[in-house]
């Protein structure tokens, strides 16, 4: 195994240790969630799809925010190391996106009545996770590396603009979606058993988003070593 | 659970369950992948 290989094939081993890591502790998040979280008496046990819901939706706009940043300084700066990332960032914000529009629709069964609504919030999540569909789509089709890079960046700083607007989208649109009740302004308005669970899953959360995204970023650099190691010969 | 709490744990449970499905199903995608490309380098 050359020295390259050899590197990349230890960033795959800690992102998958880290991943491992993070689902370890998401069994921890839904003991906390189910047997140690109070009940919410309007909404009952379905309101603790929240502390999966939020969290998912977070790791998501966050994987979504550092794709737009990296690809922005990759167009500044031509390093590939930025493209990587993004791409890693983009698939990994695709997963959490899945998540998040699924956990949602069963939360608003029971609540609103209703699987889905063309809502601003429910819309513009549905749009950017085609948009990031669409971005690992072109990734796959171009084969010119520089090329590549150049016009997922394009795509993935686009994608990065749509965030504040979903985030907004509650304050800006009439909704259903529930407004934000910890990243507001104000105090967050949560009881403290609730925001410390919820907490506890935005950091769990964070960490697979490492685990995976190092994993991805990885496997990636194992490619393009094997790539390399080929053209040498 | 105070008794006018609406039940709706079967919902709670298709949540947990496919979140979970997701992020394993991932992960052990991103494994396979290793093993196999990490395979192929030895």
């Keep these: 195994m050359t020295a390259p290989l050899a590197q990349a094939a230890g960033v795959v081993r800690r992102g998958l240790v880290l991943g491992g890591i993070g689902l370890l502790a998401l069994g921890g998040v839904y003991v906390l969630a189910l047997g140690h979280t109070p009940v919410e008496a309007r909404q009952g046990l379905a309101q603790k799809i929240f502390y999966l819901h939020v969290p998912a939706a977070w790791a998501a706009l966050v994987s979504f925010s550092l794709v737009g940043i990296a690809s922005a300084l990759y167009l500044w700066l ?3 190391r930025l493209d990587r990332f993004a791409a890693a960032s983009a698939e990994v914000g695709v997963v959490f996106s899945a998540v998040m529009l699924t956990t949602g629709p069963i939360w608003a069964k029971p609540i609103w009545g209703t699987w889905w609504t063309w809502d601003a919030r ?4 549905l749009f950017v996770f085609f948009l990031f569909i669409g971005y690992l789509g072109l990734r796959a089709a171009v084969h010119d590396p520089a090329e590549r890079a150049r016009f997922s960046a394009v795509v993935g700083i686009l994608g990065m603009l749509l965030v504040p607007f ?3 989208s509650v304050y800006l649109f009439r909704t259903l979606h529930p407004q934000p009740i910890v990243l507001k302004p104000s105090a967050p308005s949560l009881p403290p058993e609730m925001l410390t669970t919820l907490l506890i899953s935005t950091l769990v959360f964070t960490l697979l988003y490492l685990g995976f ?3 991805r970023y990885g496997l990636a650099l194992v490619d393009e070593a094997r790539e390399e ?3 040498a010969t | 659970m105070p008794p006018e709490t609406p039940q709706n744990g079967e919902y709670l449970v298709a949540a947990y369950v496919i979140a979970t499905a997701i992020l394993l199903g991932y992960w052990g995608a991103l494994l396979r992948r290793a093993r196999r490309l990490l ?3 030895d």
């Design chain 1, 213 to 215: 995204v190092t994993t």
């Design chain 1, 229 to 231: 190691a080929r053209d």
């Design chain 1, 122 to 125: 429910l819309t513009l999540t």
């Design chain 1, 78 to 80: 031509k390093d590939p």
């Design chain 2, 39 to 41: 395979k192929e380098k």
């Design chain 1, 166 to 168: 979903i985030h907004l």
